[in-house]
């Protein structure tokens, strides 16, 4: 008995409906370890014969899916454990926070055992491998655990040993009934758990999240903790910078507030109000590393992250130029009007995007999602969207300037929608004009210099005049053609990862590499999935209704819905929908209805 890889979704759900019917029956570890021993040395696939459920020790090992090959993708399992055996107070999952907490260090829990307790190399391919979709910086929903009233399920994957081709029994019964359960023993136990450590965690990740609605309450965009730990070790490395070598954040005094947290005690740091911000300064004082944390503090981190107390209002979007982008249907009319050759910029479709055209659209693919504050910095920016100087106006006419470029429309942004901005500017002063709190990082430590900079705007006009004043009014919903989205390849469903920045979707790669809020494979892996199953939406919801949704679905009934392995959504990490309608957006298939 087995469940087969099949591509198609809904045949995998009935496949694994009948499967489970007939497995329901739990059976002993002695039966396991009995048919190990009667299958060893024979072909791979004798393996299949080990589907099913056991009782080992306290808990139950199923096996899901067997592998067909010692090389091709590993074995899926899960560990369950009664929530009564387990021991963990309910108090500790009891609200979302917490629950996503618990479960996110359960499976660094189990990861951590698996390295201490199993071997690993056993054989061909992948035997001998035990792992987990083990998290990163972020603590964010997944389906690697799932606590509930009534239990604790660890979802894994494992790589039946083989050598060769030959299953090798004896070492399989090892792995599964030797080092799996004392892998579980250390990690699902409360009792065993450091319990100082585990309600840390918890309540770290609970604390932030609720500073983070605090935000809306004081009308703020951002808080950042006094001390916080800003830069990262490396380029390639999303670990905090050594204490040694790190200057520990230290808000201006004006922008210093003090919030109580949820769990106690309160935190100090600088808020950021809403209204247009600019971080100014010098160069290599520490501008974009501010503005990175900003745009990660949409997630919660885990302590001693550095940037645990670093919080942003969760619809919060880094916006870049993205030249060579496709562009789908946007109505960019707003920042872009009377290009060359008369091109349509209320419907604006291109394959290839300029710098300045792909801001313009990621700005208002952003706004149809519901963006509540814009990420800008100069580093990744066209510079002619941000701003034309009085000479430029006076050489080059604005009838002759497709481009009204963002220093006229930050203030619009701000006051017809309430989308705030935060920018980083070390290059140009005309922004003084339009901002509301202007930040300066020198030496990583922030001044306000609001008032030195509204005074030397006054006293040193720019000249420029502002290049339009049209009303932005509504966002352009677009409604997507469900034909145009099309994730299989040759009859078969094919939606898969290729790393942090790649999603394969039928026969088409999305490039995510500009989506920098993406910041976990396993959302990649969630965004492939996410696509998919909003299809169901379509053609009826626009892009922002259907994942809306979608949304509504993921808080009712969990992360696992969107897993087309019914028995085992293993390895999925919960990213925004606005990571899913970049995706989509990036999609050169896609196609929108005509008419609607
Ligand atoms: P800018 O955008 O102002 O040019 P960056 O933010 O890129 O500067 O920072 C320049 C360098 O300084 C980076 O290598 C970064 O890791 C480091 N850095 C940033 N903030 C701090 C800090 N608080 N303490 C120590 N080093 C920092
Ligand atoms: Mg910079």
């Known amino acids: ?22 497995v329901s029956q ?70 979302i926070d917490r629950k996503v907490g618990l479960e996110d260090y359960l499976l660094r829990a189990f990861d951590w055992f698996i390295s201490r307790e199993v071997k690993g190399h056993r054989g061909s391919g992948k035997s001998g ?15 690697g ?73 004081r009308k703020a965009v951002a808080f950042v903790a006094d001390r916080a730990i800003l830069p990262r070790r490396s380029g390639i490395s999303e670990e905090p910078m050594s204490t040694a070598q790190a200057v520990p954040f230290e808000s201006p005094p004006s922008l210093r507030t003090e919030i ?41 981190h885990v302590p ?29 009319s707003f920042f872009i009007s009377d290009l060359p050759n008369s091109v349509d910029t209320t419907a604006f479709w291109t394959p290839s995007a300029s710098g300045s055209t792909s801001q313009a659209a990621n700005i208002m693919e952003a706004l149809e999602m519901g963006a509540e504050v814009l990420l800008v910095d100069e580093d990744t920016s066209a510079t002619n969207f941000m701003v034309r100087d009085m000479r430029m106006q006076k050489l080059v006419s604005s009838d002759r300037e497709p481009i009204t470029p963002f220093i006229d429309r930050v203030r619009q942004l701000y006051e017809e929608k309430g989308v705030s901005t935060v920018l980083v500017v070390g290059g140009s002063g005309d922004y003084f004009d339009v901002a509301d709190t202007v930040i300066m990082m020198d030496h990583y430590r922030p001044v306000d210099v609001t008032r030195r900079a509204r005074a030397i705007a006054k006293e040193n006009p720019t000249g420029r005049v502002r290049e339009s004043a049209a009303r932005l009014g509504g966002v352009r919903h677009r409604y997507p053609d469900p034909k145009s989205i099309d994730p299989t390849r040759k009859g078969k469903v094919r939606i898969r990862d290729r790393g942090l920045t790649t999603v394969e979707f039928g026969s088409e790669n999305i490039e995510l590499d500009q989506v920098e809020q993406l910041v976990d494979v396993s959302q ?7 696509i998919e199953y909003a299809r169901k939406y379509l053609p009826e919801c626009s892009i922002r209704e259907a994942l809306q949704r979608v949304e509504e679905d993921l808080d ?17 990490a919960r990213p925004r929908m606005m990571e899913v309608a970049a995706a989509l957006n990036r999609l050169r298939s896609l196609r929108l209805l005509q008419g609607r």
Request: glycine fraction near 12%; proline fraction near 4%; charge should be neutral.
């Open 145 to 217: 655990v799932k606590v509930s009233p009534s239990r604790v399920e660890v979802r894994l994957v494992a790589g039946l040993p083989a050598r060769g081709r030959r299953v090798l029994g004896y070492q399989a019964e090892k792995m599964l009934l030797g080092e799996l359960p004392r892998v579980a023993q250390g990690a699902l136990f409360y009792s065993r758990l450091n319990a100082d450590n585990l309600w840390r965690f918890v309540l770290n990740k609970e604390n932030s999240a609720e500073l983070r609605r605090e935000l809306c309450r």
């Open 26 to 95: 739990i059976r002993d570890a002695a039966e396991l370890s009995s048919q190990l021993h009667g299958i060893d040395g024979k072909g791979y696939g004798a393996y299949k014969s080990i589907s099913g459920k056991y009782r080992v020790g306290d808990f139950i090992l199923c096996i899901d899916y067997v592998q067909g090959d010692p090389y091709a993708a590993p074995s899926k399992l899960r560990v369950q454990l009664d929530m009564e055996t387990a021991g963990f107070p309910l108090d500790i999952y009891g609200n």
């Open 524 to 530: 990649t892996r969630a965004v492939g999935q996410i």
């Open 260 to 300: 109580p947290l949820a769990n106690g005690g309160s935190v100090s740091g600088m808020l950021i109000p809403e209204g247009v911000t600019l971080i100014v300064g010098g160069g290599y004082h520490g501008k974009s590393t501010l503005l990175d944390a900003l745009d990660r503090g949409i997630y919660d």
């Open 1 to 22: 008995m087995s469940v087969t890889q099949t591509g198609l979704k809904g045949a995998a759900r009935s496949v694994c409906v009948g499967w489970r019917d007939m």
């Open 129 to 143: 491998l035990i792992a987990v979709d083990s998290p990163g910086q972020e603590v964010i929903q997944r389906t």
């Open 556 to 572: 009712e009934q969990g992360l696992d819905i969107i897993s087309p392995f019914s028995g085992h959504p293993g390895d999925f």
């Open 304 to 332: 001693d992250d550095g940037r645990e107390r670093v919080v942003t209002l969760p619809q919060a979007v880094k916006i870049r130029a993205e030249d060579g982008r496709q562009v789908t249907g946007v109505d960019i």
